[in-house]
């Protein structure tokens, strides 16, 4: 998705995870999640680099997509259930931190309720949205975080 001040490559990991590794320890869940997470950034990095170099973008129609492809987009990784990701994140942190700067990108680790909280909180507005996650990064740059569970007003 984009608009003329920002764009978003959101890439969906690891939603099922949970589902069919039931039997699986806690420990294991959580090398599933963090493999995933570093395979949506990576994943997210290729499409941002295909956009860069002037690759064309179509509709599902194949209909070409224009858009400025010199923004600095939000790479969204959706991932099923953060809480399961509690030990060492000092690693992912480092890589998260290395692409942003590398790549010019930002990049967000969120789960899928975190995410349907910014989309319902922005009302629909993507400049809103833009803001929030902005917002959001700072958050967790702040925190020296990973990732952040927000808390909006509207919610208290």
């Keep these: ?71 600095v987009p939000h790479c969204i990784i959706l991932v099923s259930d953060l809480s399961y990701i509690s030990s060492d994140l000092n690693k992912l942190k480092e890589i998260v931190n290395h ?13 899928f309720i975190e995410f349907m909280k910014y989309i319902k909180v922005a009302e629909g507005n993507i400049v809103k949205f833009n803001y929030y996650l902005i917002e959001r990064l700072n958050k967790c740059y702040e925190a020296n975080a990973l990732y952040v569970k927000t808390v909006f007003e509207k919610e208290k």
């Design 99 to 111: 692409t942003m700067q590398k790549e010019s990108v930002f990049i967000h680790i969120m789960d």
């Design 1 to 71: 998705a984009f608009y003329e001040l920002g764009m978003f490559l959101i890439e969906v990991k690891a939603l099922g995870v949970l589902q069919i590794e039931k039997e699986q320890s806690a420990a294991r869940k959580e090398s599933n999640i963090k493999k995933q997470i570093k395979k949506g950034i990576t994943q997210t990095i290729g499409a941002y680099n295909s956009i860069k170099q002037n690759l064309p973008v179509t509709d599902n129609k194949g209909k070409t997509i224009n858009f400025k492809r010199k923004i």
